[in-house]
């Protein structure tokens, strides 16, 4: 071939080239430290530490606490099960009435809390009370990542992978209870409990609950990440299960959000938002709602609460969960109040405690 020709043909594929990969980059003075503010690692190394020996003595006080206020009241175990994603070892706290029925008497529930590296504390002691007092038998899972068993557990997290299973396999822990009634099973979480919980609700044939309530929920992590930047970034991008951000891992983060699962609802479900939450917020609160009630009236129950009373962190994203960290009493708000009152009547409506 002639050089003129060659010379051609290699035109022609640099101008595909740029075509394709459109105008050259605006060469732009580094801000470095701009740079570094957004900088986001793909390397589970890079995962955010904690204080794993300070998360371990703050457990240690809650379980002494859980232990202490349950005297008298209700039953009160610390169990562990395993998961059925790989046999990983679940702690569990188990609450359950002190005088149970008998065999079947009893519906229960799984519990599950919130926070990326989150745990259960006694603050949400009141409730658990009253949800015995009603007669379920309570199972509240610390899923992996859960803060306060060390390092290994923490770093193991796998948000809306197969911390899925760890809570699901609570179930099965549930089967061996005889006071259990096993066809009387549901589900209830706040934040990213509640994102657990919808997407356990939303997995079709497979699911395995009655009924479950996902409150102030955590729902799309593709919009979610893109609003709460690189420092909230920086606890997904770097699982190990992820390894990147939503535009290198698309498919795997509309896998992992129940907003793209809403046609896979097959059981009944409450949810409960507040224009106010200052975590979830009402931005990505709102389009779960709107899809739940256009294409899911007839399992959906959702409410908006607008500018509810503040609870003690993130404003209304924990609206309902007003506790007074002294007495570890209700605080009661008329949202709150209002909340729960439409809470337990839907848990009755659908597991018969």
């Excluded at 948000?159 to 009634?181: I, M, P, Q, W």
């Excluded at 409450?270 to 294409?295: C, G, M, Q, S, W």
């Excluded at 509810?308 to 002294?326: E, L, M």
Aim: hydrophobic share 40%.
């Amino acid at each position: 071939m002639r050089l003129s020709s060659l010379l051609l043909a290699s035109g022609i594929l640099l101008s595909s080239l740029e075509a394709q990969q459109g105008p050259p980059r605006q060469v732009v003075p580094m801000d470095s430290a701009r740079a570094a503010q957004l900088y986001v690692s793909n390397r589970p190394e890079d995962h955010p530490v904690a204080n794993y020996e300070q998360h371990i003595a703050a457990k240690a006080r809650t379980d002494s606490i859980f232990a202490a206020r349950s005297a008298g009241v209700m039953r009160y175990e610390k169990i562990r099960y395993r998961s059925s994603a790989d046999g990983l070892e679940i702690p569990a706290y188990v609450f359950s009435p002190l005088d149970p029925k008998g065999p079947t008497g009893h519906a229960a529930m799984v519990w599950v809390h919130g926070g990326v590296h989150g745990n259960w504390d006694q603050n949400y002691l009141p409730f658990i009370i009253e949800a015995v007092q009603r007669g379920y038998v309570i199972v509240a899972p610390e899923y992996r990542g859960s803060t306060g068993y060390g390092r290994e557990f923490h770093n193991a997290i796998d948000y809306g992978g197969k911390e899925l299973d760890d809570v699901e396999s609570a179930l099965d822990y549930l089967h061996t209870r005889a006071e259990v009634d096993p066809t009387r099973i549901g589900i209830m979480g706040w934040s990213h409990g509640g994102f657990i919980a919808a997407h356990l609700l939303m997995r079709g044939a497979r699911t395995r609950f009655v009924a479950g309530v996902a409150m102030v929920p955590v729902t799309n992590l593709i919009f979610r990440l893109s609003y709460k930047g690189p420092g909230y970034q920086r606890s997904f991008s770097t699982m190990e299960a992820m390894r990147g951000l939503p535009f290198e891992r698309r498919d795997e983060y509309v896998r992992r959000s129940p907003y793209y699962h809403v046609d896979s609802l097959s059981r009944p479900i409450l949810v409960h938002v507040a224009t106010n939450d200052t975590d979830v917020n009402f931005e990505e609160a709102r389009p779960l709602i709107d899809a739940l009630r256009a294409r899911k009236p007839d399992l959906a129950e959702t409410k908006i609460y607008v500018d509810p009373t503040p609870g003690p962190a993130s404003v209304g994203h924990t609206f309902n969960r007003r506790v007074n960290r002294q007495t570890l009493l209700r605080d009661d708000s008329p949202e709150q109040v209002d909340s729960w009152n439409l809470t337990w009547a839907f848990l009755e409506k659908w597991l018969r405690p």
